[in-house]
């Protein structure tokens, strides 16, 4: 049964990408727990705030340069195998289907407004359209390639270490 420190400190360890919790959350948080005074029903501040830092170094420290995440977000294109396990981490977020689709809807929009102006000038006057279109196509090309990702670097494919 978790105490209410336990419970903070995996809740603290949520700033570790999955990963790392998968390999090395148990030693963390064997040492956290170590660590705690008798009774103590929270981590420090400052262990927190070490706790926090070091994940968020972590996610950061193992992310594809801008260019390429910029690339892999917006249009698919596939990113060194040396960032996979980052890959991987991002295909089964649970943010996965509101990041990637939203970024792409916000690229299709004012391109599709674009046509839409130019056909209204040219006297071509439809119901409002861009939008609707734009997150169909942002939500089909998320899902399309979520699918090659996970071909590529689905977790049969990764070597997890």
Known sequence: MMNAYERR?????CAYPPRFR??????LLGILLDLAAPGQTRPTLRDSFDIVRGGLLTRLG???????????RLFGRPV???????????????????????LR????V?????VDAFLRAHGIDQPSWPIP??????????NATRRWACDRYGPERIDAS
Do not use: N
Not at 22 to 27: A, N, S, V
Not at 110 to 114: A, K, V
Not at 133 to 142: D, I, K, N, R
């Open 133 to 142: 279109v734009a997150f169909g196509l942002a939500a089909q090309s998320a």
């Open 110 to 114: 004012p391109l599709l407004t674009g």
């Open 9 to 13: 400190c995996r809740l603290l360890m």
């Open 62 to 72: 193992d992310r594809p340069p801008a260019g390429q995440w910029i690339l892999y």
């Open 22 to 27: 998968e390999h090395r959350g148990q030693e």
């Open 80 to 102: 060194p195998d040396r960032y996979r396990m980052w890959v991987r981490d991002d295909l089964h977020s649970k943010l996965y289907f509101f990041h990637t689709p939203f």
């Open 105 to 108: 809807f916000m690229l299709i």
